[in-house]
């Protein structure tokens, strides 16, 4: 399994970023995949979830109506559109299956830094 997180960055109160996540060594349509972020210091977070359809997303009370969580089976790829962002969303962000829970291992992919200051 490999996951490859990209489109992290250094972005000022109330920007905006795209976050993708290229999965790979697993049959990506057939599970449901979440968002995991670690913020420095702090323990892991579950952000978001999306079923296998895409039809039914779960998002953390923080980041509702400013994240959106999609997928593109056919790409194998899992998005988080991220709006109106806060420095508390600083973090690191990692894709996994939803099944994986959210305590970051070596298994996990590298993440994607999302440092949000002015």
């Known amino acids: 399994v490999q996951l490859v997180e990209s489109g992290g960055g250094l972005v000022q109160p109330g920007d905006s970023l795209t976050l993708s996540c290229v999965a790979s060594?697993?049959?990506?349509?057939?599970?449901?995949m979440s968002w995991v972020r670690q913020a420095p210091g702090k323990g892991p977070e579950w952000v978001s979830r999306?079923?296998?359809?895409?039809?039914?997303?779960y998002y953390v009370d923080s980041v509702k109506g400013r994240f959106t969580v999609s997928r593109d089976n056919a790409k194998n790829t899992l998005y988080l559109q991220m709006n109106s962002l806060k420095p508390e969303d600083t973090a690191v962000y990692y894709c996994?299956?939803?099944?994986?829970?959210?305590?970051?291992?070596?298994?996990w992919g590298q993440g994607t830094q999302v440092t949000v200051s002015s």
């Open positions: 999306i079923n296998v359809g895409g039809g039914r997303r």
């Open positions: 060594g697993f049959t990506f349509g057939n599970y449901d």
């Open positions: 996994a299956p939803s099944y994986w829970g959210i305590e970051v291992t070596d298994s």
